[in-house]
T-cell receptor, first 116, second 111 residues
Framework: EADIYQTPRYLVIGTGKKITLECSQT?????MYWYQQDPGMELHLIHY???????EKGDLSSESTVSRIRTEHFPLTLESARPSHTSQYLC???????????????FGEGSRLTVL | RKEVEQDPGPFNVPEGATVAFNCTYS??????FFWYRQDCRKEPKLLMS???SGNEDGRFTAQLNRASQYISLLIRDSKLSDSATYLC????????????FGKGTKLSVKP
């Protein structure tokens, strides 16, 4: 089993609140990712990091921000939550690759956010 | 054209059936290929990597056709527990590159 943890698993919150979704991994992976996924829909990459102090935006524009101050920790923050932010947020980290082959992606169990 | 394309399904099959999923990718420089499985309301998990020579893991066989840029997954003797969404994942840019996910193919195995 992968050692990557997300909290909270479920969050119901009112519009305008600030929220932080936590993600931690104990595998020492440099590469970490945040994906957004609506029920029955595809995964969308919203943020990624290749190491401490490195963060990049993904393919899907998101109003969220991320930080990477420690290797094991990659939190995602929404300054002012809106109903359109309701979704599942999946954190992942990637193991080291070999040569041209990329490593396996390990996912956390996800944080299901509902904004009322 | 999307980088990774899959037939969305759903594939509804009876127990014991053999089912095949195909996936095409557009970047000829891609070097890493995977099949992930995602159960309803759960996170994706690696099912198997796909190697150039093809590989098998029990009832599952994965094949790669670089010339035609497609990957396949064959499931033999389907079980009820195989019901899930199967995601085709392609990586390029070497070990530093990102992974591109297909939309997934939904499989439903019925008794």
């Amino acid at each position: 089993e992968a050692d990557i943890y997300q909290t909270p698993r479920y969050l119901v919150i009112g519009t305008g609140k600030k929220i932080t979704l936590e993600c931690s991994q104990t595998m020492g992976h440099d590469k970490m990712y945040w994906y957004q996924q609506d029920p029955g829909m595809e995964l969308h990459l919203i943020h990624y990091s290749y190491g401490v102090n490195s963060t990049e935006k993904g393919d899907l524009s998101s109003e969220s921000t991320v930080s990477r101050i420690r290797t094991e920790h990659f939190p995602l923050t929404l300054e002012s939550a809106r109903p359109s932010h309701t979704s599942q947020y999946l954190c992942a980290s990637r193991g080291p690759g070999r040569g041209l082959v990329t490593g396996e992606l390990f996912f956390g169990e996800g944080s299901r956010l509902t904004v009322l | 054209r999307k980088e990774v394309e899959q037939d969305p399904g759903p594939f509804n099959v009876p127990e014991g059936a053999t089912v095949a999923f195909n996936c095409t990718y557009s970047n000829s420089a891609s070097q890493s290929f995977f099949w992930y499985r995602q159960d309803c309301r759960k996170e994706p998990k690696l099912l198997m990597s796909v190697y150039s020579s093809g590989n098998e893991d029990g009832r599952f066989t994965a094949q790669l056709n670089r010339a035609s840029q497609y990957i396949s997954l064959l499931i033999r003797d389907s079980k009820l527990s195989d019901s899930a969404t199967y995601l085709c994942v392609v990586g390029h840019g070497g070990s530093q590159g990102n992974l591109i996910f297909g939309k997934g193919t939904k499989l439903s195995v019925k008794p």
